[in-house]
């Protein structure tokens, strides 16, 4: 498959259904896997691309994203420094499963925001694909062109709408899923957006889809098409570009200005068919009510190996495993705030000690 052709997968695949934030939770630990590790360097090349960026736009007072208002700028690049550093871990009243609830930015080029965002959809894609009788991978290319970026995704969108009218289209594919990619050729230099598409359905042979493509398109013919053998790290590829169509680390501040105009209030995916429903989007967590703090997520880090209650905290998220109520470093969150005991207590006052004194 064009773009995706690599034998290793952009991070490792889901085993279970990420919960919100859980592509950052292990932000402060040491990272041992070499493929996360890289993940992790390539995520905040993209977050420091994206500062930069804003912060750029917030200095030229010619920038037209704007319109002037540069108070803008600046809290979006300061709303993307801070995203997802601070938060607390929450405990169901109910189940006293554990989860890291952090503060985050939901910006579109925001690298945290969008691993969390593709995690779920990583999710999603392999459990929807393993539904299907016969999954497989189409991407759609159209032919290099030197016009504006923003009209060729037009025209993708466009003919990939036509396509999926088609009689004979519809006659191999029931339903699938689309995300799209763009990428800027090293070679001369074009715009190359593309779209990922997992489908369901029967044999669709790879010359009469590509003919197909080639009529909608008038003159298109590059397909890529491929088996679907393991779900996990083709949903992946397929998804890994869904949250932040392109990798902004490596374009240039004029570059990241086009793209960024070019996307701007569009749909970026999307599921038709049999996929119609899917949840692209995580569920909104409307339990504020039955989730507790039971320490914020600085505070539970830092003590989890001198500190019992830390270390259950710490052990239940980690684990998926019950949390007892009652099991919190909320006094331990009060006696930072109130007498900046936080040091004391990270060098090994006993915790049962400072608790009697209230
Ligand atoms: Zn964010």
């Known amino acids: 498959m064009h773009g995706c052709n690599?034998?290793?997968s952009a991070f490792p695949a889901q085993k279970r259904p990420p919960s919100v934030h859980t592509s950052?939770?292990?932000v402060e630990m040491a990272v041992t896997d070499p493929l996360r590790a890289k993940f992790a360097r390539s995520q905040l090349a993209r977050q420091t691309a994206a500062i930069d960026y804003y912060e750029h736009c917030e200095n030229d007072p010619e920038s037209e994203y704007f319109h002037g208002d540069h108070s803008l700028g600046v809290r979006r690049s300061e709303k993307l420094r801070k995203c997802r550093k601070n938060g607390y871990y929450g405990r169901h009243k109910e189940t006293g499963l554990v989860r890291q609830c952090r503060?985050?930015?939901?910006?579109?080029w925001c690298s945290r925001c969008g691993a969390a965002l593709v995690s779920w959809r990583s999710y999603i894609c392999s459990e929807c694909m393993a539904r299907w009788n016969r999954p497989r991978v189409a991407t759609f290319t159209l032919e290099h062109s030197d016009t504006e970026l923003g009209f060729q995704i037009s025209c993708l969108n466009r003919h990939f709408r036509n396509l999926r009218l088609r009689k004979n289209f519809r006659k191999y594919v029931k339903g699938g899923m689309w995300f799209p990619h763009i990428k800027r050729s090293s070679k001369d230099g074009l715009w190359h957006p593309h779209l990922h598409v997992p489908f369901d359905g029967i044999r669709y042979p790879h010359a009469e889809l590509s003919a197909d493509w080639c009529q909608v398109t008038h003159g298109s013919t590059i397909v890529y098409l491929q088996e679907v053998r393991d779900?996990?790290?083709?949903a992946n590829d397929v998804v890994r570009y869904s949250a932040n169509p392109c990798d902004w680390s490596k374009l240039s501040l004029k570059d990241r200005d086009t793209v960024l105009h070019a996307c701007h209030g569009r749909q970026m995916c999307g599921a038709w068919g049999t996929a119609k429903g899917v949840p692209l989007k995580p569920p909104k967590h409307n339990?504020?009510?039955v989730i507790e703090n039971v320490g914020a997520i600085g505070a539970v880090l830092e003590l989890r190996n001198k500190d019992l209650n830390a270390r259950a905290i710490f052990e239940a998220e980690v684990n998926q495993t019950y949390l007892p109520p009652g099991v919190h470093l909320r006094f331990t969150d009060d006696v930072i705030e109130r007498d900046g005991y936080y040091q004391r207590a990270v060098?090994?006052?006993?915790?049962?000690?400072l608790q009697s004194k209230t």
């Open 6 to 8: 690599s034998p290793k």
């Open 287 to 289: 339990d504020r009510d």
């Open 24 to 26: 950052e939770t292990t």
């Open 103 to 108: 503060d985050s930015c939901k910006l579109r």
């Open 347 to 353: 060098e090994g006052v006993d915790y049962g000690q």
């Open 231 to 234: 779900l996990g790290n083709v």
